[in-house]
């Protein structure tokens, strides 16, 4: 199927695009409040700690993220990780779960543009801050506001290097201009530029700030999951780096122990509008009501039933679980299945509160389905701008890396704070805790907590770096299916493949390039350079 040319020429237009008004697009709401292009020049913005403030919100929400919420989000963080399954939005979608895709899958080439968007929308930001903001804005506010572009873009070069492994650095869209032919760089270099960029946050952001905007504590949890990241890159044996290892240990519990931050006590309420950006939120995208395309949340569009959505309508449907996700949830663990995903007979009466609330008829994801306009007080609301501030980065998390990274290369674990803090997202769920940690054991913890998150899949790839092997064997062990659900007996009967699905091998765990990009790029199929000299 041939690609929109904004897809197959990313690069030159972007930068064409964003030059001037990057910084400008987004939600209108709370601190995302902004004056209207008309009112902006880069002759006269960036003049004061407020037009810098102005400047940076733009990047947390809007058009800049809305391509990747909508579009590869979950498709690429949960579908392909085989904890959801969704075949009625196309093919592309089916290739992910069968492992057929190829570099023309409209999921991996959005998926590829979206995070270049947001890259090019934080590098404008950057470098006009750096340009036009004068001697009389103090260094602490304009190095904070560049740190907050710098965390932001470094969410995206997370997510490139995890998907696609090696790929181009790009820190001044401009030049693209004159060379808009550009190799990739060498994966240990992503990995230090994004290093790089979190470590700059986490030194000149603050420790507190309103409610959204990221923090030193923001930067330092995100470097504790890089770091983790970083210690398998390239390590073989199944071992990894013990620097990083002690990396990711040090900032998680930093984090942990000084940030005064702590879990939410109700795990349902996490995925709440009322509790957005909460105590356990450290980086959420931040969206408001909008009838827009593509410049609100569209995660409602997911929705099983128009009769829970805003104006009843846009259920263009729901994901269904699949099998092999079903069965890592234990029997206890019923708090954080129902948040997560609906099983028949799953009664939700926050969901259309006024008419009495929704019953599931059949199993499907339950998270970022929020109800409609009423039962979210906010009349504007539509199906294509949820007002959820989904967060692509919580405390839990952070939790369960510094367990991880405590475990490091043993077999096992009964390190006492590692148990603390591994037990405390347990005992939350209303789970036993556990005496003694395994690989295993946090790998599945972190998928039941962090279901229909877009996390899983890269939890696989952070093992696929340094133990292949184990990670194809439990790619190829997954029962990547549907079921159906006996209420009365509460049995699940699996179904049969929604198309065939290929022998995962260790090239699956790193996305091939998108076609349109290499047409218009050819350096792309060209060996990987130094970004670093």
Known sequence: MKKNTTMGATYRNIILSLLVSAVLFGCQDDFLDRPSQSEISTEN???????????????????IWAQWNNTAYLPLGDILSGNLILQYQGSDLVQLNTFTLSGSNARLTTGWTALYIIVAHCNATINAINDK?????????????VA???????????????????????????KLIKSPLVNK??????????IEDLTFAAENLP????????????????????CLTRAGVGETGGSRNQEYLNLAKSYAKDVIENSGL???PNYGDLFKTKFNDNQESLFALQWSATTEWMQGNHLLTYSPSNDINPQKGGAWGSPGVSYDLYLAYAEQDSIRRKASFMLPGDHYPELNAAGGGYTATSPGMKKHIIGNEADNN????????SIEHNALLRLADVYLVYAEAVLGNNASTSDADALLYFNKVRIRAGMDPLTALTGDIILNERRVELACEGQYWYDLVRLSYYNPQKAVTLLSNQQRVLFDYNKDSKTATPNDPIGTISPATSATFTLQLPSSEV???????????????
């Open 133 to 145: 903001t004068p001697s009389t804005v103090s260094a602490a506010d304009k190095n904070g506001a």
């Open 148 to 174: 907050e572009a710098r965390f932001i873009r470094a969410m995206a070069y997370y997510h490139l290097a995890m998907l696609w492994g090696e790929v181009p650095i790009i820190e001044d869209n401009t």
């Open 378 to 385: 906010s009349p504007a609301m539509s199906y294509l701008g």
């Open 185 to 194: 760089n060498k994966i240990e270099d992503v990995y230090r530029f994004v």
């Open 45 to 63: 913005f960036y003049q004061t700690k407020e037009e810098l403030r102005l400047a940076t919100a733009a990047l947390y929400g809007g058009k």
């Open 262 to 264: 702590s879990l939410l």
């Open 207 to 226: 420790k507190t700030d309103q409610p959204g905007r990221v923090t030193s504590w923001s930067a330092k949890g995100m470097l504790s999951k890089v």
């Open 519 to 533: 047409v218009v790029n050819p350096k792309l199929n060209e060996p990987s350079v130094p970004y670093y000299k």
